[in-house]
């Protein structure tokens, strides 16, 4: 199993670009990585995930190292509704269906 | 669109009781999942469903706990007898194909459980 590591907490302004990181030293070469967030009292939701190359969409940005072993999710320009718990997350199983959820990094942001 | 919709949203219970909680998964999908948070031991997979046969359940954590999907549009999680160790906050969720198809997963809100 490939695991991840993130810092327990990061802090941001509002209006401002945050930068995530997740170290992920032992990932396959095939797992794709994925990122999910969890406001408060709400269940986890999709962010984005990629494979090699840098992803965007509507929410985020995706920056993956070119040896993979770490990578960056990228919020823009953050506000006060992105304070959330951000996972990095590789699948989990040989299978590569199952999400494994680490403790993730606590976004706080700030007016 | 409806997402995953799960019931009750809060449940308190005394030790000893059963529980059932209910996932409605989103329409077509394939893959259903039942996950479990608390503080002490994060968000952690329970049971997984590919076209409502169980295929993963290792991390359901004993006999107290079964899961079944009779239809591809419900799903019961169930505990007996409960304990109040089992207090957390249990979600369902679904998704198109599985993780290797990288298809995202979708969250239902998730039922609060307490057991006094």
């Known amino acids: 199993d490939a695991k991840t590591t993130q810092p327990n907490s990061m802090e941001s302004n509002e209006e401002e670009p945050v930068h995530l990181p997740c170290n992920h030293s032992?990932?396959?070469?095939?797992?794709?990585i994925h990122w999910y967030r969890q406001l408060p009292s709400q269940g986890p939701e999709y962010v984005i995930h990629?494979?090699?190359s840098n992803v965007n969409n509507r929410m985020a940005s995706l920056a993956i190292a070119e040896d993979r072993k770490s990578s960056t999710l990228i919020l823009h320009r953050a506000t006060l509704r992105d304070a959330a718990v951000y996972y990095c997350?590789?699948?989990?199983?040989?299978?590569?269906?199952?999400?494994?959820f680490g403790g993730g990094t606590r976004l706080m942001v700030k007016p | 669109d409806a997402g995953v919709i799960q019931s009750p949203r809060h449940e308190v219970t005394e030790m000893g009781q059963e529980v059932t909680l209910r996932c409605k998964p989103i329409?077509?999908?394939?893959?259903l999942f039942w996950y479990r948070q608390t503080m002490m031991r994060g968000l952690e997979l329970l049971i997984y469903?590919?076209?409502?046969?169980?295929?993963?359940d290792s991390g359901m954590p004993e006999d107290r706990f079964s899961a079944k999907m009779p239809n591809a549009s419900f799903s019961t999680l169930k505990i007996q007898p409960s304990e109040p160790r089992d207090s957390a906050v249990y979600f369902c969720?679904?998704?198109?194909?599985?993780?290797?198809?990288?298809?995202?997963?979708?969250f239902g809100d998730g039922t609060r459980l307490s057991i006094l």
């Open positions: 969720a679904s998704s198109l194909q599985g993780l290797i198809s990288n298809q995202p997963q979708h």
């Open positions: 032992t990932i396959s070469g095939t797992d794709y």
């Open positions: 469903f590919n076209n409502n046969v169980p295929i993963d």
């Open positions: 997350i590789p699948p989990g199983d040989n299978a590569g269906n199952m999400l494994t």
């Open positions: 329409s077509g999908h394939d893959y």
């Open positions: 990629g494979l090699t």
